[in-house]
């Protein structure tokens, strides 16, 4: 049984730094790509934040392209995402995903864990 665990969150002012991470564990699987998302105080739909690929290659979402930067390491199957000059507005629950097949831009067909919250205050 495939499990994610994330870690990393808190509470930081305005233009401060975090640095989520997700540990995968269980099972053999290879994972194609892994993700991160969030969600919004409740009533918000869960969004897509980044993702990286098997290969290395990733992905971000407009409003945090240049501040928020996801990597990888294979062999541990750990998963980061060092957030930098955070707003207000990056406040949510954080959810680390993966797929055995796909890009972890969209819909996600694989694993969720279940998050770690980030606020950031003004």
């Known amino acids: 049984q495939v499990q994610l665990v994330e870690s990393g969150g808190g509470s930081v002012q305005s233009g401060g730094s975090l640095r989520l991470s997700c540990v995968a564990s269980g099972g053999t699987h290879n994972f194609s790509c892994m993700g991160w998302f969030r969600q919004p105080p409740p009533g918000s739909r869960r969004e897509w934040v980044a993702a990286i690929t098997s290969d290395g290659i990733t992905h971000y979402r407009d409003s945090v392209e240049g501040r928020f930067t996801i990597s990888q390491h294979n062999a541990e199957k750990t998963l980061h995402l060092q957030m930098n000059s955070l707003k207000p507005e990056d406040t949510a629950r954080y959810y680390c995903?993966?797929?055995?097949?796909?890009?972890?831009?969209?819909?996600?067909?694989?694993?969720w864990g279940k998050g770690t919250q980030v606020t950031v205050t003004s």
């Open positions: 995903a993966a797929e055995t097949v796909g890009m972890c831009t969209g819909p996600i067909d694989g694993y």
